[in-house]
């Protein structure tokens, strides 16, 4: 059930077919020489997770960085880019791990100590491609993990990942993963439900939700916060759609209920209506909503009949007659989610009384169990019977890259070739993975090194841990996405080689044996899409200045990797880093041929984008509406699954064959756990960057650091209950880790709530198991437990911790700067 970012960038075109514009170019490049002349220097395009921008360049430095125009609502972060070229984090040089080198016992006990030797180049990628040959002679593919993924930097052509894995395949065969921490839980369980992954498609246009919906409901979503990033350059077009969402509020034509324990940004924004829960408690919520629309005969009989599966059995469930034999009234739902009874029974009716659009965020899939939250929230939207028409039904991605603003079909350019090309063999070509799994869920892989021939269950299959020895990372972080950092600690002590490249000394380049300088995407040449939803234009990415040290783009590192055993001229089909953009661009000016009148190349890269204007509005599962046998779910049946029998086959223990309400390992407000440590910690998307990236950059950090920590926010009552003012350095801890950050008092945090942002860097005073986090990275504290064993993805937001003043002598903060290098 691996989702590839790619393939939905692909089906643009066939995500709309009726929403093909008329052909556009960009502005006159005249429009833009004339800002040319201003100030010194040169100015150049460029692309990014923030957006699209012009940087002025002059003595071969970026000086400043300018939105483009058709951004009307760019990020504030763009601040930041010149802070991720410029800063002390920076990978300088080619570093090899002291004691690694020194023992050649391939021992971990002391990494993680950030003691390194600087070397060449070509010793470097010589210690590289040794340990790749002797992890394939003395072991085999099963002992290689190279499938540490995450969302990299943008460009179509210096995909670090599609880098990595091409080369090290030219070499052998290796360990890969399937899914992803952003939505592991919900992209697992939603092709049982309504036939996709969800998470990642295109959803109802927003102009469908403004011109129709009267209760729109935003559950654990805070798009506001989240659609300042994008997969590929952001456009920010979502913006003006939540501008006029506002107004709407505002004279109460459209009625906006956050379903939230916290007031997150996008409340703040719209002054809207505030509904809280207690933490992670929505199912127990959701089933009183579905005991109500049942009880009351306000659930739409028709549709449930023509559409949908497995109803009696689930309404069994609600009703006590099956499973645990409990009625799932609001009143008991009460007692677990902290709403008041009456309040969940007239939220019921108000779904049923006017058009509703639910719009669930990705949060509230990333904890124990998180599977049922969104098949629950899927049977709500059956019972309220307005899937499929504008302005109802659910989503489960509106927050993200842009989806629902509307597809202009523009056919993206294709990307540097990830696997080995058809007809050729890798220098191993060894299959036996020695019994072991090939492929397993990212969010094991740690359970993969302390617990090798393990077998686990996952999605209708099992798997064997393999007993990996090396790992490869390239352009990713794991040692921010993955949870319980001493446990990770333990874990890479038992690891014979450990290779990173990256362009930054991130906490993953700090455990590792062998770094590597990637140059940033600023300083190479590129392609991307512009709106990875809306398919608003394409973005040259014009090198703004030379790869500063002695780092080097990843097709250069991974060519001369790939030279040492005589595959270089294969790893490049004999092109160099502007053929390779020029054919990309190419080929997608023939794909879009007759579509988009697309430049050449040449008079594309002078005028630095092309915008495709805007497309026409959509309707997801409108088609399935009006005739869902033509137009059939991707589900077993071809309807949506309220009781899934295929899971029920499974026979698992926290993932049965309808949503169910399980409780958690730890949670607060008088849950499991809450005695010892009684606050709930909430590690959701950052604010001011994107996960881990752009943490670095110092100047954008200091504006919302407290004491130069990462912030940690709190109610005022709680906080005046530990003696806790704003401002103050705070140990959080718990069981698993402690850490230091900055308190933030806020009243929109409730009581027994905290949050810390993740994507804050790691930064242990050393080494040792337990050692205090210096600089505040929540997943110092998380538990590293599945979510169930069908989707095996992240429990992150299962997490309960205590908080208290910090005294004594602050230690420094060692999440930033560089290794120390010895001689």
């Excluded at 559950?219 to 759609?241: I, R």
């Excluded at 390239?474 to 001493?486: E, I, K, L, Y």
């Amino acid at each position: 059930m691996s989702v590839s970012r790619r393939s939905f960038l692909k089906g643009l075109a066939t995500t709309s077919a009726a929403t093909v514009i008329g052909p556009s170019l960009l502005a006159s490049s005249k429009v833009f020489a004339d800002d040319q002349q201003i100030g010194q220097g040169t100015w150049r395009y460029s692309g990014s997770h923030w957006g699209a921008f012009r940087a002025q360049i002059y003595a071969g430095k970026v000086q400043q960085i300018e939105a483009i125009e058709i951004d009307k609502n760019p990020t504030e972060m763009l601040k930041g880019i010149k802070g991720i070229i410029y800063n002390p984090s920076r990978v300088r040089y080619p570093m090899v791990r002291l004691d690694w080198l020194k023992k050649h016992k391939f021992s971990g006990e002391t990494r993680g100590n950030n003691r390194f030797v600087r070397v060449t180049w070509d010793e470097a990628l010589d210690l590289f491609y040794r340990e790749l040959e002797r992890i394939q002679k003395d072991y085999g593919p099963w002992a290689l993990h190279a499938g540490q993924t995450g969302w990299r930097q943008t460009g179509q052509f210096h995909s670090c990942t599609s880098h990595m894995q091409r080369a090290v395949g030219m070499h052998g065969n290796y360990i890969t993963k399937v899914g992803d921490y952003s939505t592991g839980a919900g992209q697992t369980i939603m092709p049982y439900v309504l036939g996709s992954t969800e998470v990642y498609a295109q959803g109802t246009s927003w102009s469908e939700i403004l011109d129709n919906s009267k209760n729109i409901i935003l559950w654990a979503n805070d798009p506001v916060k989240n659609l300042q990033v994008g997969w590929n350059c952001e456009t920010h077009e979502s913006y003006p759609y939540l501008a006029q969402l506002k107004e709407k509020v505002a004279k109460g034509e459209i009625n906006v209920i956050s379903v939230d324990p916290v007031k997150n940004k996008t409340q703040r924004y719209l002054e809207n209506t505030h509904l809280y829960i207690h933490p992670q408690t929505d199912v127990p919520f959701m089933l009183g909503v579905a005991h109500t629309l049942y009880t009351e005969n306000l659930y739409d009989k028709e549709f449930i009949k023509m559409y949908c599966l497995g109803f009696d059995e689930f309404i069994g469930y609600v009703t006590g007659e099956t499973k645990d034999k409990v009625e799932k009234t609001p009143e008991w739902a009460a007692e677990i989610c902290g709403v008041p009874a009456e309040q969940i029974r007239e939220f019921a009716r108000m779904l049923v009384k006017e058009r509703t659009q639910i719009l669930f965020g990705w949060c509230i899939q990333r904890q124990e169990h998180g599977e049922q939250p969104y098949w629950m929230g899927a049977v709500i939207a059956a019972m309220v019977g307005q899937i499929g028409l504008p302005g109802g039904g659910i989503s489960y991605g509106h927050h993200y890259s842009g989806i629902g603003v509307p597809s202009t079909g523009f056919a993206a350019p294709g990307g540097f070739p990830r696997n080995v090309d058809e007809g050729q063999k890798p220098k191993w070509d060894n299959n036996d993975f020695n019994g072991y799994s090939r492929t397993i869920p990212v969010a094991r892989f740690v359970d993969c090194i302390l617990e090798p021939g393990k077998e686990i269950k996952y999605n209708g299959s099992k798997v064997i841990l393999p007993d990996y020895k090396m790992m490869v990372i390239s352009g990713n972080n794991p040692w921010h996405h993955h949870q319980d950092r001493n446990r990770m600690k333990q874990a890479f002590q038992k690891l014979q080689t450990v290779v990173t490249i990256d362009f930054a000394w991130t906490a993953t380049c700090r455990f590792s044996d062998i770094v590597l300088p990637a140059c940033t995407q600023f300083e190479r040449n590129d392609i991307d899409v512009m709106g990875s939803y809306s398919g608003r234009g394409l973005i040259a990415m014009q090198k703004l200045v030379d790869p500063l040290y002695q780092s080097k783009t990843d097709f250069d590192i991974f060519t001369e990797l790939s030279r040492r055993f005589g595959k270089n001229k294969e790893y490049t089909r004999g092109m160099d880093e502007m053929q390779w953009v020029q054919m990309l661009y190419n080929d997608c000016r023939k794909a879009n041929a007759g579509k988009f009148d697309m430049p050449e190349f040449d008079v594309f890269w002078q005028q630095g984008f092309l915008d495709f204007g805007t497309g026409k509005p959509w309707v997801r599962h409108a088609d399935f509406r009006q005739d869902p046998e033509i137009n059939a779910l991707g589900t077993p049946s071809g309807f949506i699954e309220i009781t899934s029998r295929k899971i029920g086959r499974y026979k698992y223990e926290h993932c049965q064959e309808h949503p169910m309400w399980f409780e958690k390992t730890e949670r607060s407000h008088g849950g499991p756990g809450s005695d010892k440590h009684s606050f709930w910690m909430q590690s959701c998307h950052p604010d001011k960057r994107l996960h881990s990236q752009m943490c670095e950059s110092d100047q954008f950090r200091a504006t919302y650091t407290v004491q130069g920590r990462e912030p940690v926010y709190i109610n005022p009552k709680d906080a005046a209950t530990k003696g806790i003012k704003d401002g103050d350095v705070v140990r959080v801890f718990n069981d698993r880790g402690q850490l230091l950050a900055g308190a933030v008092v806020t009243d929109s945090y409730p009581q027994g709530v905290v949050r810390i942002e993740e994507g804050a860097w790691y930064g242990p005073l050393n080494e040792k198991v337990g050692s205090i986090d210096t600089y505040g990275d929540p997943n110092t504290l998380t538990m590293d437990i599945p979510t169930s064993e069908l989707a095996q993805a992240t429990s992150a937001q299962t997490c309960l911790v205590s908080i208290e003043k910090f005294t004594g002598e602050l230690p420094p903060v060692t999440a930033f700067g560089g290794p120390i290098e010895v001689s």
